[in-house]
């Protein structure tokens, strides 16, 4: 039995990842596919793929183009969800923010530096036109830590998945005073170089299973009721979900992973652009 780690958010993204598991799809072909949940999401992923803590892991396209960038032996092997992700851009329901406009200036909550919630502030602040100099963040490192930070005044918003802080903006913990979607494709599976050139074979019967799967993903019966009981989220945001996300099978291609490095690199994000071949097999 070949031992393979690998790292996830946990989120309803990842349910396809665990039907394979619990219905023992790689153990049929030999794996032990270990899966560890990362709620502190793509910046802590890319820190376990450098430090060998983990073979593979799925997390955000731009968080491991920059980490690539920064000399982390890791490759991206292929797209996992073709759509973007929604970002919803959230406050403390106790604020007195009401407007995106209004948070120009404010202090920013993200899980850690290299992070999604990190990169796409910068990317959603250019946007806007607002002056990148002036971005203050504060390190929270999960969702839980960016209650605490919002609700105390230590930070002004926080982003991250619409549908996952859901519950929280239902519940009137956050308010969410607008949205924000990634301009390409949200997340890939990438795998520290040393295991993907030792494990080649392995590394394509674990894509060979999993593309099955989140080909079919959407048919699968009563698959709504299935994700909004494991993830507490309400049915009808499950199916407006699913309705928006589209999985993907194929290879990061050329133009999309050079779209994002550049937007990384107007950023000053990464010092100096990568080949496509030092950073997509």
Known sequence: M???KIAGVPEHFNLPWHLCIENGEFEEVGIDLQWIDVPEGTGKMCEMLKEGEVDLAILLSEGIIKS????NPSSILQKYVESPLIWGIHTSVNSNFTSVNELENEVIAISRFGSGS?????????????????????VVNTIEGAIKALSEGEASYFMWEKFMTKPLV?????NRVAEFPTPWPCFVIAGRNEFLSQSAFVMNQILDIINTTTEE???IPSIDRTLATRYDLKIEDVQAWLHHTHWSQNKLDKLTFEAIQNQLFDLALIKSKKEYKEVVL
Do not use: C, P, R
């Open 2 to 4: 070949k031992t393979v």
């Open 170 to 174: 239902d519940t009137a913990i956050f």
């Open 68 to 71: 690539i960038s920064d000399e």
């Open 217 to 219: 993903f959407k048919q």
């Open 118 to 138: 990190h990169l796409m502030s910068l990317i959603h602040a250019k946007s806007k036109g607002w002056d990148l100099a002036n971005l203050k963040f504060k």
